[in-house]
Nanobody, 120 residues
Framework: QVQLVESGGGLVQPGGSLRLSCAATGSIFAIYTMAWYHQVPGKERELVASITSGGTITYADSVKGRFTISRDDAKRMVYLQMDSLKFEDTAVYYC??????????????WGQGTQVTVSS
């Protein structure tokens, strides 16, 4: 059974930093693209940043220059370093990954989400 488990959310003041982590566990053969999404109540889930297995990175315009996505394939981890946080970054952040299991099934998976609140 494959799971994505996020950690690192919390309460931070504007201008502060947080680092989110996501661990992929289970019977995994290969992980392709990994990404972070966020969602606020009443709105659709939106892409924040993604990173392919080849290292190609994409950021939402709203976070360019402030957030950094990275991955450690040996540990099956993806990270999101969030700096210069703004009130509007407040959301639930979800980890996402497209991967193939050892049973040769390719699918995409979501984590359970972690709350990030930017408040003074």
């Amino acid at each position: 059974q494959v799971q994505l488990v996020e950690s690192g959310g919390g309460l931070v003041q504007p201008g502060g930093s947080l680092r989110l982590s996501c661990a992929a566990t289970g019977s995994i053969f290969a992980i392709y693209t990994m990404a972070w999404y966020h969602q606020v109540p009443g709105k659709e889930r939106e892409l924040v940043a993604s990173i392919t297995s080849g290292g190609t990175i994409t950021y939402a315009d709203s976070v360019k220059g402030r957030f950094t996505i990275s991955r450690d394939d040996a540990k099956r981890m993806v990270y999101l370093q969030m700096d210069s946080l703004k009130f509007e970054d407040t959301a639930v952040y979800y980890c996402w990954a497209e991967l193939t299991t050892i049973q040769a099934r390719t699918n995409d998976y979501w984590g359970q989400g972690t709350q990030v609140t930017v408040s003074s």
